[in-house]
């Protein structure tokens, strides 16, 4: 075997990355170890282009059982099946790292796979996925504009993962026990100097072992499309893109128009008509970022911190559920339901780092394709349904009661009935008021805001950064689609439970972020208004239709303890003498 090996020490633990031809076939390839985690990561690009419209890069994060040294699975089916809902969102983490430093003119098929060999003590295999693919990225021959860097921070209440390059976050999965945003902005601050010193470690090995750039010919568009745009199409732009409608409704049928008339011109060249898409779409992303940098000037009309109009529901769809919450912001509507369980209910976990633990809450996200005026297959899950499930989960945890104050499995699930921009913080908003509508006694109620930004960065004299913005609230349609981050921020009065932020540039300095998390605070304040005027706290007690539960603690010193009307003793229960809680069943309730 072949190998050279690389290592660098990162908040106390020491990474290495041995570059050796285990999979040798692969454009690029890295083993990634700390302590006695192990996870390879490939990267392949295909010989020739794909007839997409988009970059068709897939990421994959694959979990092995043999990785914890445990016979897991089914007592049926002893192998891997589908991957769980947290290798997902550790393949998520991976992806939405290093999509953006792609160029998206890029056809050819590109394909990204975390293999976790092995899992230890105190592990963050996600991080060292992210690592691993950009320096399996970077030494390869794949044209990409990294490297890009992954760490995680604990600290306290507050557990964030932050990616990003020299003086930029890209990436940042956070949740915390309702922080302030000061504490948040710090952490940020602490990962970035970390980041910086994987940076540059990285940049060294790529230096000395990276292979020469496959260069990629991109085609130039006719030079008739652009006369043909700017003489038919431009004049007619600024009233489409504000027409002070919300969504892309006067946009797309500006685009059929173009579209339509660049097929007359271009009969029968599919390539042109792809770049038709393209100069259109560039054009209304150059009017959008022009307008709201140096007009504070949007899409629908609004200021720049300005909340759409808001609606809010707790209850009144039916008695047989268990609760119920109506969320409105704009054109996202949201509706979340509450389902009360025993705690014989609990989800038992399958993935790698949980297996086997109980799961006392769930919340579970649907998007139908009516909730964009679209036809479409039902059913299943896809990653963005699980991420954006688990992130209003992640939001709703902290104000959740204990199992010894509340001894419920919580499902909740949000239907995103209606969408024009972040239908996840949607779904916190809806999620706290059906959660407080079932008597769930949540400490408080918990909403989420998107907040979106317009940059314009390029060199100073001196060298460095010169950044000309705009931080915008509560993003929808077009912001949402041509923006530079989606920072989505949920938390409760008192402070942050989740965050979530991705970007299309090649990310954002500390400065804006600490900006728009302020921002994000202050919308977020105005949300939970119009809640508590609904709701302002848990009703008193739960829906008649929940289950009635009654868990009895058992501890070694209280085998004397009467359980239910039988008058039996726990002694007379010999087998559940220590266990923690017993639960009686009759006729289907828990009493």
């Known amino acids: 075997m072949q190998?050279?090996?690389?290592?660098?020490?990162?908040?106390?633990?020491?990474?290495?990355?041995?570059?050796?031809?285990?999979a040798e076939q692969a454009?690029?390839?890295?083993?990634?170890?700390?302590?006695?985690?192990?996870?390879?990561?490939?990267?392949?690009?295909?010989?020739?282009?794909?007839?997409?419209?988009?970059?068709?890069?897939?990421?994959?994060?694959?979990?092995?059982?043999?990785?914890v040294g445990k016979m897991l699975g089914s007592s049926f089916v002893r192998r891997e099946g589908k991957p769980s809902d947290e290798a997902v969102l550790a393949g998520r983490i991976v992806d939405r790292t290093i999509r953006p430093l792609f160029d998206q003119r890029i056809r050819h098929d590109i394909q990204v796979v975390a293999l976790v060999l092995a899992l230890g003590k105190d592990a963050f295999p996600e991080t060292l996925a992210t690592i691993g693919a950009s320096l399996a990225l970077g030494a390869s021959d794949i044209p990409w504009g990294g490297p890009v860097s992954a760490v995680h921070i604990a600290e306290?209440?507050?557990?964030?993962?932050?990616c990003g390059t020299t003086g930029l976050i890209?990436?940042?999965?956070?949740?915390?026990?309702?922080?302030?945003?000061?504490?948040?902005?710090?952490?940020?601050?602490?990962?970035?100097?970390?980041?910086?010193?994987?940076?540059?470690w990285q940049e060294k090995i790529i230096?000395?072992?990276?292979?020469?750039?496959?260069?990629?010919?991109?085609?130039?568009?006719?030079?008739?499309?652009?006369?043909l745009f700017h003489k038919h199409i431009e004049p007619k732009l600024g009233n489409a893109v504000f027409s002070g409608t919300p969504g892309h409704k006067t946009i797309?049928?500006?685009?059929?128009?173009?579209?339509?008339?660049?097929?007359?011109?271009?009969?029968?060249?599919?390539?042109?008509?792809?770049?038709?898409?393209?100069?259109?779409?560039?054009?209304?992303?150059?009017?959008?970022?022009?307008?709201?940098?140096?007009?504070?000037?949007?899409?629908?009309?609004?200021?720049?911190?300005?909340?759409?109009?808001?609606?809010?529901?707790?209850?009144?769809?039916?008695?047989?559920?268990?609760?119920?919450?109506?969320?409105?912001r704009g054109g996202t509507h949201i509706l979340s339901t509450l389902t009360l369980g025993g705690p014989k209910d609990a989800q038992i976990l399958d993935a790698l780092q949980t297996h086997g633990q109980k799961k006392h809450f769930m919340h579970h996200y649907n998007f139908p394709p009516f909730g964009t005026g679209e036809t479409g297959k039902l059913g299943g899950k896809n990653r963005r349904m699980i991420g954006h499930g688990a992130l209003a989960e992640k939001a709703l945890i902290p104000v959740l009661p204990s199992p010894e104050i509340f001894p419920y499995t919580i499902r909740v699930v949000s239907e995103a009935l209606s969408s024009n921009g972040s239908t996840s913080m949607g779904s916190v908003c809806a999620s706290s008021l059906a959660l407080m509508d079932g008597g769930v006694p949540i400490t408080a109620p918990v909403a989420g805001i998107a907040s979106g930004l317009m940059l314009s960065?390029?060199?100073?004299?001196?060298?460095?950064?010169?950044?000309?913005y705009k931080i915008l609230t509560d993003i929808q349609g077009p912001e949402d689609h041509h923006g530079d981050m989606d920072l989505k921020v949920a938390g409760t009065r008192k402070g942050v439970t989740a965050v979530q932020m991705d970007v299309k540039v090649d990310g954002v300095p500390n400065g804006i972020l600490a900006e728009a998390l302020q921002k994000a605070r202050t919308a977020r304040h105005y949300i939970l208004d119009t809640m508590e005027k609904v709701l302002g706290a848990p009703r008193a007690d739960i829906a008649p239709s929940a289950p009635k539960i009654l868990v009895v603690r058992v501890r070694k010193e209280q085998v004397g303890l009467v359980i239910g009307s039988g008058?039996?003793?726990?002694?007379?229960?010999?087998?559940?003498?220590?266990?923690?809680?017993?639960?009686?069943?009759?006729?289907?309730?828990v009493f």
């Open 252 to 328: 797309d049928a500006l685009k059929t128009e173009w579209l339509t008339l660049a097929a007359e011109k271009f009969t029968g060249e599919t390539r042109a008509l792809a770049f038709a898409d393209a100069h259109f779409e560039h054009a209304v992303n150059n009017l959008l970022h022009h307008e709201a940098i140096e007009n504070s000037r949007r899409a629908d009309g609004r200021g720049v911190d300005e909340v759409r109009p808001l609606f809010a529901q707790a209850g009144g769809i039916s008695p047989v559920l268990h609760g119920s919450g109506v969320f409105y």
């Open 27 to 67: 454009n690029g390839s890295v083993l990634m170890r700390s302590g006695d985690t192990a996870v390879l990561v490939t990267a392949v690009m295909s010989k020739d282009e794909e007839d997409t419209d988009y970059l068709p890069l897939t990421v994959d994060y694959e979990e092995r059982f043999y990785a």
């Open 3 to 22: 190998k050279r090996e690389y290592s660098v020490e990162v908040g106390g633990k020491k990474i290495i990355a041995e570059f050796n031809d285990l």
């Open 457 to 468: 960065a390029a060199k100073s004299a001196s060298g460095g950064m010169e950044y000309r």
């Open 156 to 162: 306290g209440a507050l557990s964030l993962v932050a």
């Open 567 to 589: 008058g039996k003793t726990i002694n007379e229960i010999k087998a559940r003498t220590e266990v923690d809680a017993i639960d009686i069943e009759d006729d289907g309730r």
């Open 207 to 227: 230096k000395e072992i990276g292979k020469s750039k496959r260069v990629i010919a991109f085609q130039n568009p006719p030079e008739e499309l652009a006369e």
């Open 170 to 200: 890209n990436m940042v999965e956070a949740g915390g026990m309702e922080i302030e945003e000061a504490v948040l902005v710090a952490s940020l601050e602490h990962a970035q100097k970390e980041i910086e010193v994987l940076h540059k």
